[in-house]
């Protein structure tokens, strides 16, 4: 019989997942999970986790399933700033954030249209493309199961035609204040 032990496994993968982020040059951020109206607490719980686990700050933070989060986005807003960390400005967002400009969840647009977003993206802005990738599961009852798999290839294309239009592509290290 063989044993894993959970915690040592995830250790290593965000062991692994820090060493890559440093290589690569790739931002790292904190998907928030918040579940009380109590979120700033539940913020810096999950903060002081993420940098216990990953031995840095995240390079930004933004809300996990933020279309049903109720509260204040400008406090957590306020959150980061005081911590130096980027913040996904969302709509209901009304204070100065280190932020891209506009996010765009490429998951739910097809190849075309994402082409034609980017193409009226204005000079000396900063963009986001989302892209949920993954691989099919077919235990997973995720709604964006089969959407995952498609963004590998959606993010291949549009890597591919970002180059070719000479685009910069940055992250969220760039942004920070």
């Given at each position: 019989?063989?044993?894993?032990?959970?915690?040592?496994?995830?250790?290593?993968?965000?062991?692994?997942?820090?060493?890559?982020?440093?290589?690569?040059?790739?931002?790292?951020?904190?998907?928030?999970?918040?579940?009380?109206?109590?979120?700033?607490?539940?913020?810096?719980?999950?903060?002081?986790?993420?940098e216990?686990?990953?031995?840095?700050?995240?390079?930004?933070?933004?809300?996990?399933?933020?279309?049903?989060?109720?509260?204040?986005?400008?406090?957590?807003?306020?959150?980061?700033?005081?911590q130096?960390?980027?913040?996904?400005?969302?709509?209901?967002?009304?204070?100065?954030?280190?932020?891209?400009?506009?996010s765009?969840?490429?998951?739910?647009?097809?190849k075309?249209?994402l082409?034609?977003?980017?193409?009226?993206?204005?000079?000396?802005?900063?963009?986001?493309?989302?892209?949920?990738?993954?691989?099919?599961?077919?235990?997973?009852?995720?709604t964006?199961?089969?959407?995952?798999?498609?963004?590998?290839?959606?993010?291949?294309?549009?890597?591919?035609?970002?180059?070719?239009?000479?685009?910069?592509?940055?992250?969220?290290?760039?942004?920070?204040?």
């Amino acid at each position: 019989m063989r044993s894993v032990s959970p915690n040592l496994f995830c250790l290593q993968k965000f062991y692994r997942t820090a060493i890559i982020s440093k290589e690569k040059d790739i931002s790292i951020g904190l998907h928030l999970e918040l579940s009380s109206t109590n979120y700033i607490d539940e913020a810096e719980k999950q903060f002081f986790l993420f940098e216990n686990y990953f031995g840095f700050s995240p390079d930004y933070i933004d809300i996990h399933k933020s279309s049903c989060f109720k509260g204040d986005y400008d406090l957590l807003a306020e959150y980061c700033n005081l911590q130096c960390v980027a913040f996904r400005k969302y709509p209901l967002t009304t204070k100065a954030v280190a932020s891209p400009t506009l996010s765009i969840l490429a998951t739910s647009v097809g190849k075309e249209e994402l082409e034609r977003r980017i193409k009226n993206f204005e000079e000396n802005k900063i963009y986001e493309i989302i892209f949920h990738i993954g691989v099919y599961d077919p235990d997973s009852k995720s709604t964006l199961n089969r959407e995952r798999e498609l963004d590998i290839i959606k993010l291949q294309y549009v890597y591919q035609w970002i180059k070719e239009e000479r685009m910069i592509i940055v992250n969220y290290k760039n942004l920070r204040k």
